[in-house]
């Protein structure tokens, strides 16, 4: 059975670096592309960045570009979001999802997600 469980969300300062985890069980990580993804409270699910299954291509949203690093782990079949430099905007639940193939997709491409994270910055 394919499951995804994040880690690692918490409340931090403004500025402050969070990295969240995704840990993957029931199927060969390195098979998938991997999205992380948020949603903020009273707004829609968005995007934030995305790793191919052999880890050499990422993309970004350009609102967290430069502050975001997303990086795999074949061997732990973990896949891990650093985020540094983080502002209150960026409070929301970060989820992890998967896709069974070598690129990264659009959100409905992605056929197994996580439960979530909670992440808040505030002072």
């Known amino acids: 059975q394919l499951q995804l469980v994040e880690s690692g969300g918490g409340l931090v300062q403004p500025g402050g670096s969070l990295r969240l985890s995704c840990a993957a069980s029931?199927?060969?990580?390195?098979?998938?592309?991997i999205g992380w993804f948020r949603q903020a409270p009273g707004k829609g699910r968005e995007g934030v960045s995305c790793?191919?299954?052999?880890?050499?291509?990422?993309a970004y949203a350009d609102s967290v570009k430069g502050r975001f690093t997303i990086s795999r782990d074949h061997a732990k079949s973990t896949v891990y979001l650093q985020m540094n430099s983080l502002k209150p905007e960026d409070t929301a639940i970060y989820y992890c999802?998967?896709?069974?193939?070598?690129?990264?997709?659009?959100?409905?491409?992605?056929?197994?997600w996580g439960r979530g994270t909670q992440v808040t910055v505030s002072s």
């Open positions: 790793i191919n299954s052999n880890g050499e291509s990422t």
């Open positions: 999802a998967a896709v069974s193939r070598f690129f990264c997709g659009l959100e409905p491409d992605y056929t197994d």
């Open positions: 029931g199927f060969t990580l390195h098979y998938y592309a």
